[in-house]
């Protein structure tokens, strides 16, 4: 009996323990089976992203490295196509400004001649005012009434005889 008592004490932990791994592989190999394909496939599918991410990734670096290397070529152009947009506006401002002051001339001169024109007509009418105030400052010391009736009936007689023979002429 001693011999079974160290056959149970060493072997049946042994035995035990194989049949509770047996129990277990039997009820959790399903579930074990199906969580390791989960696993897998979760495994993939992240492998996968990760793999078109990385792809993704050096064909961006490959078309920055291109950008990279054309960078010189695209400023050249740049500036080339910025100093003849310059050059183009400068000339623009330019002819704009040559056109303005050209308008501004052709203002100045019709303002002038207005000018001018205005002057010239108050000239003529003070002028006018002067010589009217000197016919009537010399008519008056010049005539008197007895004379200007004499000389209003003088006019009325060629007038009647520029009248007489106007007539005659019909």
């Known amino acids: 009996m001693e011999d079974q ?15 509770f791994v047996g129990i277990l592989v039997y009820f ?10 989960k696993r897998k496939a979760s495994f993939e599918a992240h492998f996968k992203a990760a793999s078109e991410a990385l792809a993704q990734a050096k064909h ?4 920055i490295q291109k950008r990279y290397s054309r960078l010189d070529e695209e400023i050249g152009a740049l500036r080339k196509r910025a100093q003849t947009d310059a050059q183009h506006e400068a000339e623009k ?11 501004i ?13 205005e002057a010239k007509k108050q000239l003529e009418r003070e002028a006018l005012s002067v ?4 016919i009537i400052d010399k008519l008056q010391r010049d005539f ?3 004379k200007d009736r ?19 002429g019909f």
Do not use: C
């Not at 008592?5 to 049949?19: G, Q």
């Not at 961006?60 to 078309?63: F, H, R, S, T, V």
């Not at 004499?150 to 005659?168: C, P, T």
């Open 150 to 168: 004499s000389f209003v009936e003088g006019r009325i007689q060629e007038l009647s005889k520029i009248n007489a023979s106007a007539m005659r």
């Open 60 to 63: 961006q670096l490959d078309e």
């Open 5 to 19: 008592h160290w056959l149970l004490e060493y072997v049946a932990p042994y035995v035990n323990f194989i049949i």
């Open 144 to 146: 008197s009434e007895a």
């Open 28 to 37: 959790a190999r399903k579930p074990l089976a199906q969580l390791a394909t």
């Open 131 to 134: 010589a009217r105030a000197v």
């Open 93 to 103: 401002i330019i002819s704009e400004g040559k056109r303005l002051a050209e308008q």
């Open 105 to 117: 001339v052709l203002d100045a001169k019709r303002m002038r001649d207005s000018e001018y024109l």
